[in-house]
């Protein structure tokens, strides 16, 4: 069964630094991969999507991710934080396009100014 | 569209109550499911329906039922609830990719906080 790990509960970070969220998984087939922002008292939004097409893969807001195969991992990126950026982030893993979706536990970010 | 709609938006319940949290959608989406979230434990799949007729089990599906009898309405009962289900509740829908790789991301309600004292 695929899952998700997410090292790094909380991550702070200085306004202009890189952000660097860590999410690795665990899945028996290529998987499908997704990046999910959250805002305080808000729903789900997707930052980015996996689906072999190119293993690094851009999204909105500035951030990206890279797909390696060899270490199952698929961490999100962005140059320069900003504070707009506080938020709880989720990466998710799907075995097929048409399956279940599993999220991991998420990482809250902090940009500090 | 109005997207994925959820209500209510807050609940409360007693123990041992029963109430179904009403989810639907306007995009034709054969794919729908309900997650539950709370603090540290992320988004934890409790149902999950591949078409109208077909449910499945995900993660968490102990003390909660579901259905579809239609495209558009995937409701979520909760039998007898317990404090234990206290948690904020949402439903999602997308289309289903196909066999040549194509995948689409899931579309979030709004969410229902539940409280059970």
């Known amino acids: 069964a695929q899952s998700v790990t997410q090292l790094g509960s909380h991550v702070s970070v200085s306004e202009g630094a890189l952000v660097l969220l860590r999410c690795n998984y665990s899945?028996?087939?290529?998987?499908?991969l997704f990046w999910y922002v959250q805002y305080p008292n808000q729903g789900l939004q997707l930052l980015l999507k996996?689906?072999?097409?190119?293993?690094l893969v851009k999204g909105i807001n500035g951030f990206e991710a890279e797909f390696k195969k060899s270490e199952t991992s698929f961490h999100l990126t962005k140059p320069s934080a900003h504070m707009s950026d506080a938020a709880e982030y989720f990466c998710?893993?799907?075995?097929?396009?048409?399956?279940?979706?599993?999220f991991g536990p998420g990482t809250s970010l902090s940009v500090i100014p | 569209n109005a997207g994925v709609t959820q209500t209510p938006k807050f609940q409360v319940l007693k123990t041992g109550q029963s109430m179904t949290l009403q989810c639907a959608q306007d995009?034709?989406?054969?794919?729908m499911s309900w997650y539950r979230q709370d603090p540290g434990m992320g988004l934890r799949l409790i149902h999950y329906?591949?078409?109208?007729?077909?449910?499945d089990q995900g993660e968490v599906p102990n003390g909660y039922n579901v259905s579809r009898s239609t495209t558009e309405d995937f409701p979520l009962r909760l039998l007898s609830a317990a404090p234990s289900q206290t948690s904020v509740y949402f439903c999602?829908?997308?289309?289903?990719?196909?066999?040549?790789?194509?995948?689409?991301?899931?579309?979030f309600g709004p969410g229902t906080r539940l409280t059970v004292t």
């Open positions: 999602a829908s997308r289309n289903m990719g196909g066999r040549d790789g194509s995948s689409y991301e899931q579309y």
């Open positions: 899945s028996s087939v290529p998987p499908y």
């Open positions: 996996y689906t072999s097409a190119a293993t």
């Open positions: 998710a893993v799907s075995e097929t396009s048409y399956d279940k979706v599993i």
């Open positions: 995009m034709n989406h054969e794919y």
């Open positions: 329906s591949v078409g109208a007729g077909i449910t």
